[in-house]
Nanobody
Framework: VQLQASGGGLVQAGGSLRLSCAASGRTFGYYAMGWFRQAPGKEREFVAAISGNGGSTYYADSVKGRFTISRDSAKITAYLRMNSLKPEDTAVYYC????????????????????WGQGTQVTVSS
């Protein structure tokens, strides 16, 4: 499975961005997807996750109410809509993919995921 993330960029505080993560390759069956981020000098942290059937989502407290994860199963693509961006949201954002037999499960630990995208830079200026 290959993941291609896109949509990052430079935005002013209070602005919005939408990240996309397109999967290709052996993508049959259910698969959970997630977004993580890593700021300079910090460890990678969980941002948002969506279950294999798209029916359940889960967010880090720091982004709850501002970010929305969604998916288009036909396109095998996940999205992260980011509103009300803050300078502390500045990081490289990574998407992750996990084939799963449980369509209703989502995963918040990086170790739970099998495949990773290359990362896309998000910079929020104050």
């Amino acid at each position: 499975v290959q993941l291609q993330a896109s949509g990052g960029g430079l935005v002013q505080a209070g602005g919005s961005l939408r990240l996309s993560c397109a999967a290709s390759g052996r993508t049959f069956g259910y698969y959970a997807m997630g977004w993580f981020r890593q700021a300079p000098g910090k460890e990678r942290e969980f941002v948002a996750a969506i279950s294999g059937n798209g029916g359940s989502t889960y967010y880090a407290d720091s982004v709850k109410g501002r970010f929305t994860i969604s998916r288009d199963s036909a396109k095998i693509t996940a999205y992260l809509r980011m509103n009300s961006l803050k300078p502390e949201d500045t990081a490289v954002y990574y998407c992750a993919f996990r084939p799963t037999g449980n369509s209703g499960s989502y995963y918040a630990r990086s170790d739970d995921y099998d495949y990773w995208g290359q990362g896309t830079q998000v910079t929020v200026s104050s």
